[in-house]
């Protein structure tokens, strides 16, 4: 038996219903991807492993990486941790702004 899962979704994110399904259902016993960073852009030997601890695996057809799918991914990589650089301040600057509120109270 043959199933296809077409889905358009970013390989950031992690939360894409077809691709779960499809890594979770012990029936498929081979993934086939186009390219890697289709299945995800980072950690794909993880789901490899994964696959293949539980006697399945992953085939890529097109091993080959692309200056310009290099380029995006760096580009991805620094906008995740310039977000979470920032949102770890805003934190910092919420908690002290609580801490001199409730000083002033006492």
């Not at 200056?67 to 770890?88: I, K, N, P, Q, W």
């Amino acid at each position: 038996m043959v199933r296809i899962e077409s889905e358009v979704a970013s390989g950031m994110n992690g939360s894409r219903a077809k691709a779960r399904r499809l890594l979770a259902d012990p029936d498929v016993t081979t993934v086939v991807v186009e390219h890697k960073d289709r299945l995800g852009r980072t950690s794909v030997e993880l789901v490899e492993a994964a696959l293949s601890a539980t006697g399945r695996r992953l085939v890529v057809l097109d091993d080959g990486e692309v200056e310009e799918d290099l380029a995006r991914d760096m580009v991805e990589v620094l906008t995740s941790f310039c977000a979470r650089l920032y949102g770890h301040r805003s934190a910092k600057d919420r908690v002290r702004r609580a801490l001199e509120a409730a000083a002033g109270d006492g």
